[in-house]
């Protein structure tokens, strides 16, 4: 059954960038997708599922009152958490994860009967604040450097260098691109531990392209916290193509990459989920 979920959500990326959408490269000016019912954002690979907004299962738009509009089809999305089990083998006790799909509905797009509850929010500048707030409350961040010419994370030296402001010209890039050498830093065995990070075996690789992922799902998460739009960064042929490369070899790669990329994006935000 996991199997077969892995390969509908890789399937649906797949989809958007063939359409030469990539879904972690969006316009987040309004945030995250939520839950209708209880505002929650939706967490891992959902939030690149998700175009925005405000989602309701098919009953939870009946049971407020609401229809689904006639002919609307809804989206896919996935829950996982680990459950306790035991090895058949060893008798020795292990997680073993639980996945499940559900459909939802977008509120107001594709229903009649109930409204979405958030007010859009108006943007008369970038989102800059929550972006600076979110790199300074970094707990047991790395040391930062502002060198022109590149950006990168060292994880023998644990240090970030990100060019100035300066040299970007639109401020949303330089923090779409700060938060995506952050979330390369969580992987430092004194934070996360993770292994494209502590056992770096070179460009190319298939644990450096997982790493890659995951530092850009993770900054897409920062940016939709913040509210910002990383969008407009360079979306080029072969960098679709790469990824397109990538998921067609292994299904579950955005699934897992993603869980990470979230685990990653709660140590920098300083939050706990259960």
């Given at each position: ?24 490269r ?90 979405p ?66 979330v ?38 920062l ?7 990383n ?6 042929a ?37």
């Amino acid at each position: 059954m996991s199997k077969k979920i892995y390969e509908t959500i890789t399937n649906k990326i797949i989809q958007k960038l063939e359409e030469g959408t990539i879904p972690w490269r969006m316009p987040f000016e309004n945030g995250l997708a939520v839950n209708w019912v209880n505002q929650k954002p939706y967490r891992g690979i959902n939030v690149f599922l998700l175009d925005g907004g405000e989602y309701a299962t098919f009953k939870q738009i009946r049971d407020n009152g609401g229809t689904v509009k006639k002919g609307e089809k809804g989206h896919t999305i996935i829950f996982w958490k680990m459950l306790d089990g035991e090895d058949k083998e060893t008798g020795e006790d292990k997680k073993i994860p639980l996945l499940k799909t559900y459909t939802v509905f977008k509120v107001g797009e594709q229903t009649k009967g109930i409204e979405p509850k958030r007010k859009p929010i108006e943007h008369t500048q970038p989102s800059i604040e929550q972006a600076e707030e979110i790199f300074k409350n970094y707990e047991n961040a790395p040391d930062f450097t502002a060198v022109s010419g590149r950006a990168f994370y060292s994880p023998s030296k644990d240090i970030v260098n990100i060019p100035p402001k300066g040299d970007f010209k639109n401020i949303n890039h330089y923090y779409s691109v700060l938060f995506h050498e952050m979330v390369h830093s969580t992987g430092h065995k004194d934070r996360l531990n993770r292994t494209g990070i502590v056992e770096m075996n070179g460009f190319g690789t298939e644990r450096y392209s997982k790493e890659e992922l995951i530092a850009e799902l993770g900054a897409s998460m920062l940016s939709g916290v913040a509210q910002i739009d990383n969008s407009t960064l360079e979306n080029s042929a072969s960098y679709i193509q790469s990824w397109l490369h990538a998921l067609n070899n292994d299904h579950s790669l955005i699934v897992n990459a993603s869980q990470l990329a979230q685990k990653a994006s709660d140590h920098i935000l300083g939050t706990t989920f259960e």
